[in-house]
């Protein structure tokens, strides 16, 4: 086998994940502003995206922000995290707030985490944790 008859093999093994890839990115894009971190806490955060965070921090606010809430790194945003706050306040999503996230394994950056998903439902019986459950 030829160095093109490999390449061609892998792009074909490749494909239905770099599919299904693509069409979570098309879809959290737009709703999210997902960057694909590949571990997604929406469902922790009130369904905003903490990977918006110019700090990329995952687990809460910095304290770096001014007076009116804008981020001290990009003093034109307001923080992500008081968006986060006011919205799982709204909407009654405080507890989920309190749960210590795990730190992001940057090795998955691109990857789909719905695929992840699917794969742990798999090696279950097809079975969902709860905390699975709830993921989007
Ligand atoms: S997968 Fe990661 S980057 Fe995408 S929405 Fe979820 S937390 Fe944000």
Redesign the pocket.
């Known amino acids: 086998m030829n160095i093109t008859q490999i390449t061609a093999q892998r792009a074909l093994r490749d494909a239905p994940v770099q599919a299904f890839t693509l069409v979570e990115r098309l879809v959290?894009r737009p709703l999210?502003g997902?960057?694909?971190?590949?571990?997604?806490?929406?469902q922790d955060t009130a369904f905003i995206?903490?990977?918006a965070c110019p700090k990329g921090l995952r687990d809460g606010p910095c304290g770096g922000t001014d007076v009116y809430g804008m981020c001290e790194t990009d003093p034109t945003l307001p923080c992500v995290w008081l968006r986060i706050y006011e919205r799982a306040d709204r909407l009654g999503r405080m507890d989920r707030l309190m749960k210590l996230q795990d730190d992001l394994d940057w090795r998955g950056h691109g990857s789909s985490?719905w695929l992840t998903l699917i794969k742990r439902a798999v090696g279950r019986n097809g079975r969902l944790s709860e905390a699975e459950r709830t993921t989007t």
């Not at 997902?34 to 929406?42: A, D, S, V």
Request: charged content about 5%; glycine content about 6%; aromatic content about 6%.
């Open positions: 959290k999210f997902c960057q694909m971190c590949g571990h997604c806490i929406l995206c903490p990977m985490s």
